[in-house]
């Protein structure tokens, strides 16, 4: 058996913009999401022996007793969609080591099915080119694609459709001190986007005036008289509409985010559909203070780590 482990980053979404609902039930949006450097670990234990005739199995374990381990997990999903894009017909164990909590829109799941894919070509010779693989990520879920970016990027679509940042602004977020903080309460991805499209059109950003204020931050960011600190307008880009309806029914998570602003100067927002939300932090940043704030307000069981977007 040859087996290797590999890191399964959470992201954040800085810019989040829903435009609109597609014929198809998915929805179209204009992002900004950067991985962070914590997260998850999978391993993947390949078995090298071959059969001619029958492929190998796929299994998974993981030492969260919640997360479902059978056809339902994204990265055995993957690992089926792999196969069906290649020739690999040996059989998998995949042990997922889960540190990023569900129901947090930090794209656990579909981290670990875009790192299963990473590792699966890798061990098969990357049969698949960058274009290949982006393809099959994109079939096993909208979020996937953006994991097989090293950095910060652009996402588009429903979320496939991944493009790179300039490398002047890549350099400018990655390395960032964030702070990442979590209820005990989940929010259901389908309720987020089921409530949004309830609200329609107001709940909708237009995708012009989206893309307006993606092309304006990118100007600001990289055109002449560009800040010369890393954190410099990042937190300019900030903005989620789906925010909207979790905080009308969840106040706890408005409440405190209004209330890190106000007394620590914090930019902070909900990622995704929630209900994780970050706090953008600077070498003056009082980590200590803003994470006992944040248990004031949520309880010992809310959810705090610090970490850099990669």
Same mark, same amino acid.
């Given at each position: 058996?040859?087996?290797?482990?590999?890191?399964?980053?959470?992201?954040?979404? !800085? &810019? #989040?913009?829903?435009?609109?609902?597609?014929?198809? *039930?998915?929805? =179209? @949006? /204009?992002?900004?999401?950067? +991985?962070?450097?914590?997260?998850?670990?999978?391993?993947?234990?390949?078995?090298?022996?071959?059969?001619?005739?029958?492929?190998?199995?796929?299994?998974?374990?993981?030492?969260?007793?919640?997360?479902?381990?059978?056809?339902?997990?994204?990265?055995?999903?993957?690992?089926?969609?792999?196969?069906?894009?290649?020739?690999?017909?040996?059989?998998?164990?995949?042990?997922?080591?889960?540190?990023?909590?569900?129901?947090?829109?930090?794209?656990?799941?579909?981290?670990?099915?875009?790192?299963?894919?990473?590792?699966?070509?890798?061990?098969?010779?990357?049969?698949?080119?960058?274009?290949?693989?982006?393809?099959?990520?994109?079939?096993?879920?909208?979020?996937?694609? !953006? &994991? #097989?970016?090293?950095?910060?990027?652009?996402?588009? *679509?429903?979320? =496939? @459709? /991944?493009?790179?940042?300039? +490398?002047?602004?890549?350099?400018?977020?990655?390395?960032?001190?964030?702070?990442?903080?979590?209820?005990?309460?989940?929010?259901?991805?389908?309720?987020?986007?089921?409530?949004?499209?309830?609200?329609?059109?107001?709940?909708?950003?237009?995708?012009?005036?989206?893309?307006?204020?993606?092309?304006?931050?990118?100007?600001?960011?990289?055109?002449?008289?560009?800040?010369?600190?890393?954190?410099?307008?990042?937190?300019?880009?900030?903005?989620?509409?789906?925010?909207?309806?979790?905080?009308?029914?969840?106040?706890?998570?408005?409440?405190?985010?209004?209330?890190?602003?106000?007394?620590?100067?914090?930019?902070?927002?909900?990622?995704?559909?929630?209900?994780?939300?970050?706090? #953008?932090?600077?070498?003056?940043?009082?980590?200590?203070?803003?994470?006992?704030?944040?248990?004031?307000?949520?309880?010992?069981?809310?959810?705090?780590?610090?970490?850099?977007?990669?």
């Amino acid at each position: 058996m040859s087996q290797l482990s590999f890191s399964s980053p959470a992201k954040i979404n !800085l &810019f #989040l913009a829903i435009t609109g609902r597609r014929e198809d *039930g998915f929805h =179209e @949006l /204009v992002s900004v999401a950067a +991985p962070v450097e914590w997260g998850d670990t999978l391993t993947v234990e390949v078995d090298e022996t071959n059969s001619a005739t029958i492929p190998g199995k796929f299994s998974l374990t993981c030492d969260d007793p919640m997360v479902p381990v059978n056809g339902e997990n994204l990265v055995l999903k993957a690992a089926e969609a792999f196969r069906a894009a290649t020739s690999w017909r040996r059989g998998v164990r995949f042990s997922l080591e889960k540190r990023i909590p569900m129901g947090a829109g930090l794209g656990g799941g579909s981290s670990n099915a875009a790192t299963a894919l990473r590792a699966l070509n890798e061990f098969a010779g990357k049969p698949l080119d960058s274009a290949a693989l982006t393809s099959v990520a994109a079939k096993v879920g909208s979020d996937c694609a !953006l &994991f #097989l970016r090293d950095g910060p990027v652009v996402m588009r *679509g429903r979320g =496939e @459709l /991944v493009e790179s940042l300039p +490398p002047a602004i890549m350099a400018r977020l990655t390395g960032r001190s964030v702070l990442i903080f979590k209820p005990a309460f989940g929010i259901s991805t389908a309720w987020a986007y089921a409530r949004l499209a309830a609200a329609a059109p107001k709940g909708y950003l237009p995708r012009a005036e989206a893309e307006l204020r993606l092309a304006i931050w990118l100007r600001a960011v990289s055109g002449p008289g560009k800040p010369t600190t890393p954190e410099a307008n990042a937190g300019d880009l900030l903005y989620n509409n789906m925010e909207p309806p979790a905080f009308e029914k969840f106040p706890a998570l408005p409440a405190l985010l209004e209330r890190l602003g106000k007394k620590f100067g914090c930019a902070a927002h909900m990622s995704g559909s929630g209900s994780a939300c970050f706090a #953008l932090l600077n070498d003056r940043s009082p980590v200590t203070e803003i994470t006992a704030a944040i248990r004031e307000a949520w309880g010992d069981s809310a959810f705090v780590v610090q970490t850099r977007l990669q």
